[in-house]
């Protein structure tokens, strides 16, 4: 044996017998066994790869649904998160996020209730304006009222059955209705007759067939009466009670500018207050003033009377406005207007025949003789010559 193999057999190890064939092959498969089940023990379990997973990839936020779809290692799941509430969504280990959608409701709904806030304080303001007005307005109808405004409408007795019919069929009468001739008489129909002809009777029968037939007209009145308190037989009394009733019966006409509350009332200052509220009128509202027994006020009174109406009335042509007037009152030579529609009752061959009907009603005509009905006659034809009671 060589120097070489000598050495070699002198440093190896002692040999210690090794396992069989048999031996080996399952001492191999016990300790693939045993890697495999340290490898499943220290991989992550199902949570946590959720949670690794969603923390290493972005999940879009809560689109409003009432479940998030979550993109996790590719694939996609459906969650029914208990952390989840209608403000935020709570993404898996990520923060607490507002939606975009959520921001913008939000900015909406506070942009709401500042509208809503303005709003209900200008209604409020609005309303509180609204309520003093109307205050402001009854405190100055009580201011213009006066004791027996209307007493004299009220006694003057009413047309008997058979009388007055007459009045809506005239010529004259029916053409101060018709529109289409308000620029030949701008509304104005004057009713003359002489003193106890029975032109308030006449009267008080046209307001009440006017007031029944109206057609969206407000109707006002006033009956002068030289027996009465000095208001009503003066040209104050008659504008404060027409202003009362209009402004009672248009409310809308009365404005806030009209600070009147006092317990005398110059005429300059009514006839003023008066043009403003009328020509205050709008294209479709019509007022039609009836104005009783004008001569039983002051000669003075009568003619700035006729004169401030027929200023009026011009003006509201002019501007289309509908303001109509309808006079009575005896004959005045020297008072008159440019533009206006005259009936005259002494050529009303109807309106004798009515006096002669309620004269014979007074007196009995059935119940007189035959033998004195000739007399009898002669004096009703008398008394129809102006007397009528």
């Given amino acids: 044996?060589?120097?070489?193999?000598?050495?070699?057999?002198?440093?190896?190890?002692?040999?210690?017998?090794?396992?069989?064939?048999?031996?080996?092959?399952?001492?191999?498969?016990?300790?693939?066994?045993?890697?495999?089940?340290?490898?499943?023990?220290?991989?992550?379990?199902?949570?946590?790869?959720?949670?690794?997973?969603?923390?290493?990839?972005?999940?879009?936020?809560?689109?409003?649904?009432?479940?998030?779809?979550?993109?996790?290692?590719?694939?996609?799941?459906?969650?029914?998160?208990?952390?989840?509430?209608?403000?935020?969504?709570?993404n898996y280990g990520a923060p607490f996020q507002y939606a975009e959608s959520t921001k913008r409701q939000e900015d909406n709904e506070d942009v709401r209730l500042r509208s809503t806030a303005r709003h209900s304080a200008g209604e409020r303001l609005v309303e509180e304006k609204r309520a003093a007005s109307e205050h402001q307005r009854l405190k100055f109808l009580e201011a213009l009222k006066f004791d027996a405004m209307g007493s004299r409408t009220?006694?003057?007795?009413?047309?008997?059955?058979?009388?007055?019919?007459?009045?809506?069929?005239?010529?004259?009468?029916?053409?101060?209705?018709?529109?289409?001739?308000?620029?030949?008489?701008?509304?104005?129909?004057?009713?003359?007759?002489?003193?106890?002809?029975?032109?308030?009777?006449?009267?008080?029968?046209?307001?009440?067939?006017?007031?029944?037939?109206?057609?969206?007209?407000?109707?006002?009145?006033?009956?002068?009466?030289?027996?009465?308190?000095?208001?009503?037989?003066?040209a104050e009394g008659m504008y404060r009670s027409l202003l009362c009733q209009i402004l009672t019966k248009l409310p809308h006409l009365y404005s806030n500018q009209i600070h009147v509350d006092q317990k005398s009332w110059p005429v300059e200052l009514l006839e003023n207050l008066f043009r403003e509220i009328l020509l205050s009128l709008k294209p479709e509202e019509h007022i039609v003033c009836y104005i009783d027994a004008l001569d039983e006020c002051t000669q003075t009174q009568v003619r700035d009377v006729v004169g401030r109406f027929e200023e009026l009335v011009d003006l509201a042509v002019s501007r289309g406005l509908r303001a109509s007037v309808c006079f009575t009152s005896r004959h005045y030579p020297h008072i008159t207007m440019h533009k206006f529609e005259e009936l005259k009752l002494d050529d009303q061959e109807e309106h004798l025949e009515d006096i002669s009907t309620y004269i014979r009603s007074k007196v009995g005509w059935l119940s007189i003789p035959l033998s004195a009905k000739a007399s009898v006659e002669a004096d009703i034809q008398r008394r129809c010559s102006g007397i009528f009671l």
């Avoid at 479940?67 to 208990?82: E, F, K």
Wanted: with cysteine; proline share 5%.
């Fill in 1 to 90: 044996m060589s120097l070489f193999r000598k050495l070699v057999r002198r440093k190896a190890p002692p040999s210690v017998p090794g396992p069989s064939s048999q031996d080996s092959a399952t001492d191999l498969a016990t300790s693939n066994d045993v890697a495999t089940e340290r490898r499943l023990t220290e991989l992550p379990s199902n949570e946590e790869q959720i949670s690794k997973g969603q923390i290493a990839q972005h999940v879009p936020i809560h689109s409003g649904h009432s479940y998030d779809r979550v993109q996790t290692g590719g694939q996609s799941r459906n969650h029914l998160g208990d952390v989840y509430n209608k403000n935020v969504t709570y």
């Fill in 154 to 234: 009220a006694t003057v007795g009413p047309a008997h059955a058979e009388t007055c019919t007459w009045i809506v069929e005239a010529a004259e009468y029916v053409k101060w209705r018709d529109e289409s001739f308000r620029s030949e008489h701008h509304g104005v129909l004057w009713i003359k007759g002489k003193p106890g002809s029975g032109k308030s009777t006449l009267m008080k029968y046209a307001l009440g067939i006017a007031q029944e037939r109206s057609c969206g007209e407000t109707i006002v009145s006033f009956f002068f009466n030289a027996r009465g308190q000095p208001l009503e037989s003066s």
